[in-house]
């Protein structure tokens, strides 16, 4: 367990570092490369959870596929050289971060959760198998979300396309 | 001993700094970021959640999953828009793509 706690601090101060550069970086190609870094430590952070099928899922699809998306999205508009201004906001957009923080620490802090004595299931993926497929489980959801990526697929062909 | 608490202060810190990054920053891509960040911070709460309270149901996983799902038709389809405005505009400043504000 105190390996665990370990890992969860090095983790949690790493992706909170990596997130504090993505917003404040003024080069958008090295805040892109931060956000990986972050999305890496939230794939350590499910580990620790002990929620290895996501912490893998996780690595793929942010980590490897939006990612790449984002540093190319970032190439074809050329603003890297342009850099990441704040906007005239900066000050309200900070106190609203801050007073948003204070609100939900404060909430989070007062509550009695029912935390449950159990140890977690291990390993996850079966049993997320057997929530998502079985007749009881999400299987709605999961015919409507890929004809959300199939819309998506489609609108982001016709939005790019050269006329 | 890290327990839930951790956890959802960790997510909290994470949306706020995403949050900051949406609301102060000009260049669409990095407000695009800031919400991918926004995502990932309420997926670390859902796992938590499902770790902590419910550890045998695993609802809190599955949920992620659909919010993966629907942040990557989201970055695709902001992209491609964010892609589409630079052709037309030849720049992706949020403050001067207005031309919907009144």
């Not at chain 2, 407000?31 to 149901?57: G, T």
Request: charged share 10%; net charge neutral.
């Amino acid at each position: 367990m105190i390996g665990l706690d370990i890992a969860f601090w090095i983790l949690a101060v790493v992706g909170v570092m990596a997130a504090l550069a993505v917003v404040l970086l003024g080069d958008v190609f090295r805040a892109a490369l931060s956000l990986v870094l972050c999305f890496l430590a939230v794939a350590g952070i499910y580990i620790t959870l002990s929620a290895d099928f996501l912490a893998a899922v996780q690595i793929l699809i942010y980590v490897g596929a939006i990612s790449v998306l984002i540093i190319l999205a970032i190439m074809l508009t050329r603003e890297v050289q342009r850099g990441s201004p704040a906007n005239k906001l900066r000050i309200p957009a900070f106190i609203v971060a801050i007073l948003f923080f204070g609100g939900v620490a404060y909430a989070l802090l007062n509550t009695t959760w029912q935390v449950s004595a159990t140890p977690p299931l291990e390993p996850t993926t079966p049993a997320i198998a057997g929530l998502l497929f079985s007749e009881g489980g999400f299987i709605l959801p999961v015919e409507i979300a890929p004809i959300l990526l199939l819309a998506a697929i489609i609108g982001a062909i016709v939005l790019v396309r050269e006329k | 001993m890290v327990g839930l608490e951790h956890y959802l202060i960790l997510s909290a810190v994470l949306f706020s700094i995403g949050l900051y990054g949406a609301l102060a920053k000009r260049n669409a891509i990095i407000i695009l970021m800031s919400i991918e960040l926004m995502l990932n911070a309420v997926n670390i709460a859902m796992v938590a959640f499902s770790r902590y309270i419910v550890p045998l149901l695993l609802t809190g996983q599955v949920f992620a999953i659909f919010v993966m799902v629907v942040a990557a038709a989201e970055v695709a389809v902001g992209l491609a828009i964010i892609i589409s405005i630079y052709r037309h505009r030849e720049t992706i400043d949020a403050t001067k793509i207005d031309l919907m504000k009144w």
